[in-house]
Structure formats: structure tokens, C-alpha cells
Nanobody, 127 residues
Framework: QVRLVESGGGSVQTGEFLRLTCTTS????????LGWFRQAPGKEREGVAT???????TNYADSVKGRFTISRDSAKTMYLQMSSLKPEDTAMYYC?????????????????????WGQGTQVTVSS
């Protein structure tokens, strides 16, 4: 029903920036939560940032707050702007979408709250 494709990953130095893009084959429906997640080798997938399509309210993991920004400019495209990148940000980044994941107007950072996932784009940050 919903296909997600990430792009924009790459290799950068510490302190630099990247902008990830997520495109969809179908419009993201209203009341969906959108999110970016990441998974480093040997670690579990973790939520990075979420966006509630109804209100535009965002939610960020403490580890990226103030450095990363999630946004959406159409029903088919969303972004993750990453600045002040650190080596610990190195991971495969995934975009995701899900319905019924908003609690109190805030979308969850939990991976099991999302139904549709992209294939991922690699981000590598060197010291």
C-alpha cells in the first residue's frame, strides 16, 4: 500500500552535515506518523525522529535533539536534516510510516509502532 525509498546517505567527516530524503509511491494518508530510524552494526534499531502528519508536531531522540530536523514538504516526501554529525551517528537510516501511532499528539519513537519501512540508506561519519 505504501512504499518508502530513502536516499541521501554517504560518508562525511565529524561536524559535517547530510540531508536524507524519503519518497513514497503513494501519498501518506492523514493521521499517519512518519519517522526516521537507524541501526548500527550489532545494535538494535532505534527511533531518531518522528513527524505527526495531522499537526506537524515532531519528536526527537535525546541523542539527536538540536542536531537533526525532520520535515515534510509534500504528501510523498519527507526529510531528515542532520548537522554536527558524530561518529556515533554512523548507521543505516530508515524511514517509516504507520497509522494509529500518535499518543497525545506525539508520534512514538518505538519501531513496533510503524508498519511501512524503506530499505535504508547508509550514513558513515569519520573522525
Amino acid at each position: 500500500q505504501v512504499r518508502l525509498v530513502e536516499s541521501g546517505g554517504g560518508s562525511v567527516q565529524t561536524g559535517e552535515f547530510l540531508r536524507l530524503t524519503c519518497t513514497t509511491s503513494n501519498d501518506i494518508r492523514s493521521r499517519y506518523c512518519l519517522g526516521w530510524f537507524r541501526q548500527a552494526p550489532g545494535k538494535e534499531r532505534e527511533g531518531v525522529a518522528t513527524f505527526y502528519t495531522v499537526t506537524g508536531v515532531t519528536n526527537y531522540a535525546d541523542s539527536v535533539k538540536g542536531r537533526f530536523t525532520i520535515s515534510r514538504d509534500s504528501a510523498k516526501t519527507m526529510y531528515l536534516q542532520m548537522s554536527s554529525l558524530k561518529p556515533e551517528d554512523t548507521a543505516m537510516y530508515y524511514c517509516a510510516a504507520g497509522a494509529g501511532t500518535s499518543v497525545g499528539g506525539i508520534c512514538s519513537l518505538a519501531t513496533n509502532a510503524y508498519t511501512y519501512w524503506g530499505q535504508g540508506t547508509q550514513v558513515t561519519v569519520s573522525s
